[in-house]
């Protein structure tokens, strides 16, 4: 079963950092450029960020430009996303997701970050 | 920067009830245009690629079609478990993707 499973949110003041992770399985991950999306309460969706196979073409939305670091593990099967200086509009359900005929086909179940003092 | 636009922004429907959401592109996007279903604390899902391909799994009651600014999502006949928000999403200016802001089908 082709699946991703992230992990790594949580609650985290004004300023800090933290570091997602997605995992992937049931499919050859280090064929597939891969993504970063989130989602506000109550909000659509924004794209985060994406990252070339080997690693060497990311990309980040202007929202996160300079503050948040997308990578990737093949051996490991596993995408990471740093997350530095974090604002209070930076509190959403953050997905992992993989690309294929320009769209988005493979989604995670999300992780939840919460930005609050 | 391309901006999509969907319209309505709620259809209220009965099941049985054909549903047509519309997307519209602020540039020509080609046929870079997918669209996804998401219910309420799930991830979304891909239907359409390529504005008219269905996604693995999806059924033939859900149907794309458009090119360049102006696409349509058709759902011939809702069934209980098409009742959700639906967003758009295109990729002409790669590597950004962008989505609208939604169409939420809710149940008249």
């Known amino acids: 079963e082709v699946q991703l499973v992230e992990s790594g949110g949580g609650l985290v003041q004004p300023g800090g950092s933290l570091r997602l992770s997605c995992t992937a399985s049931?499919?050859?991950?280090?064929?597939?450029?891969m993504s970063w999306v989130r989602q506000a309460p109550g909000k659509g969706l924004e794209w985060v960020a994406n990252?070339?196979?080997?690693?060497?073409?990311?990309h980040y939305g202007d929202s996160v430009k300079g503050r948040f670091t997308i990578s990737r593990d093949n051996a490991k099967n596993s995408l990471y996303l740093q997350m530095n200086y974090l604002r209070a509009e930076d509190t959403a359900v953050y997905y992992c997701?993989?690309?294929?005929?320009?769209?988005?086909?493979?989604w995670g179940q999300g992780t939840t970050v919460t930005v609050s003092s | 920067e391309v901006v999509l636009t969907q319209s309505p922004a709620t259809l209220s429907l009965s099941p049985g009830e054909r549903a047509t959401l519309s997307c519209r592109a602020s540039q020509n996007v080609g046929r870079y245009l997918g669209w996804y279903q998401q219910k309420p604390g799930q991830a979304p899902r891909l239907l359409i690629f390529e504005a008219s391909n269905r996604a693995t799994g999806v059924p033939a009651r859900v149907s794309g079609s458009g090119s360049g600014t102006d696409f349509t999502l058709t759902i011939s006949s809702l069934e209980p478990e098409d009742f959700a928000v639906y967003y758009c999403q295109q990729r002409s200016n790669w590597p950004i993707f962008t989505f609208g802001p939604g169409t939420r089908v809710d149940i008249k």
């Open positions: 990252i070339k196979i080997d690693e060497i073409e990311k």
């Open positions: 997701a993989r690309e294929d005929h320009e769209t988005l086909d493979v």
């Open positions: 049931g499919f050859t991950f280090s064929s597939y450029w």
